[in-house]
């Protein structure tokens, strides 16, 4: 059974940066699509970024474009998203989302319905 578990988040400035993990088990890792999302209090859970099974290409929301890059480490299973220039607009609960089928396109990674998750860490940026 696949278990995504995030961290990194926390308590961030206007303009600072801020690098979430996710660790993922139970799943070859290597040949599924990855993504994360977020979801803002009052709003609903919105796309941000997504990775290529193989790595080599991402996809990101417009509104993070720039200023987030998303990247995977297949020896340690690992996912990540460095975020810099946040803003207070970023502020939200951030989830890693692995496809549920292998070898799956990423560029339509928002729109898939089949993705299993992770419990989410809390990214606030306030001064």
């Known amino acids: 059974q696949v278990q995504l578990v995030e961290s990194g988040g926390g308590l961030v400035q206007p303009g600072g940066s801020l690098r979430l993990s996710c660790a993922v088990s139970?799943?070859?890792?290597?040949?599924?699509?990855m993504g994360w999302f977020r979801q803002a209090p009052g709003k609903e859970r919105e796309f941000v970024s997504s990775?290529?099974?193989?790595?080599?290409?991402?996809f990101y929301a417009d509104s993070v474009k720039g200023r987030f890059t998303m990247s995977k480490d297949s020896a340690k299973n690992m996912l990540y998203l460095q975020m810099n220039n946040l803003k207070t607009e970023d502020t939200a609960v951030y989830f890693c989302?692995?496809?549920?089928?292998?070898?799956?396109?990423?560029?339509?990674?928002?729109?898939?319905?089949?993705?299993?998750w992770g419990q989410g860490t809390q990214v606030t940026v306030s001064s």
């Open positions: 989302a692995s496809d549920r089928s292998q070898f799956g396109s990423s560029s339509d990674f928002g729109t898939k319905k089949n993705l299993d």
């Open positions: 139970g799943r070859t890792f290597s040949t599924y699509a």
């Open positions: 990775i290529t099974w193989g790595g080599s290409m991402t």
